[in-house]
């Protein structure tokens, strides 16, 4: 009976290890004539506009990502429209807390919002470009091997509210394999649209600062 025990305890314990991270973002498109190809340590891949300045923006509007991967079934676009609404909640969360600007606007809300005359607005509009569940019991059984990922990325633009210009994007991609008993692929995937947001505002708070990117 003790073998039994410990035998369900490694595999349990085998399978409660990693959450999502980081990987190499599949094919990101860009916009406005900016494709990003810079490596950031937490942004992912990034382009910025000549003269971009971050301060000179008081005001952030974040709307829902629209889920652009192919969805198989009504089920599935459920499934991708929580996934996008999820993203929202902690792109604008996140923006809150770190006091970047003196406004963050969740565009999903307050669908009319219009800055003042005068005001400049950034607006963050992108795409999730990959969202797969992959398979739970793969990940229990071979999850060390990379079978049953689960994967997610987003295309962000960052355009000046008032003239439309894009001037900055970058593309995220998070894999998530393993976790307890294989791992639930809603919270392994929400795990990872918040760590897209925190490494992204992370990013913003170097940036502002001057900062170079970060490898």
Do not use: W
């Amino acid at each position: 009976m003790m073998h039994l025990t410990l035998a369900v305890l490694v595999l349990a314990l085998a399978g409660c290890t990693m959450g999502a991270i980081q990987s190499s973002p599949d094919d990101p498109k860009g916009a406005g004539g900016l494709v990003p190809t810079i490596e950031d340590k937490e942004a992912g891949l990034v382009a910025i506009a000549p003269g971009f300045d971050l301060k000179a923006y008081p005001i952030i509007g974040v709307v829902a990502f629209p889920v652009t991967d192919t969805m198989d079934d009504e089920g599935d676009r459920r499934f991708g429209a929580m996934m996008s609404e999820a993203l929202n909640r902690e792109l604008v969360r996140r923006l809150r807390d770190s006091g970047l600007f003196q406004r963050v606007v969740n565009l999903f809300d307050e669908t009319d919002y219009k800055p003042a005359a005068g005001e400049k607005m950034l607006r963050l509009e992108g795409d999730i470009t990959r969202l797969g569940r992959g398979s739970q019991a793969a990940r229990y059984f071979a999850g060390l091997y990379g079978a049953g990922r689960a994967r997610a990325q987003a295309d962000m633009r960052f355009l000046d509210a008032t003239t439309g210009h894009v001037v900055m994007v970058t593309a995220d991609r998070r894999i998530a394999q393993m976790g307890f008993l294989g791992g639930d692929d809603e919270d392994m995937l929400r795990e990872s649209f918040d760590d897209m947001a925190r490494d992204l505002v992370r990013f913003l708070q170097r940036l502002v600062k001057g900062e170079a990117i970060a490898t």
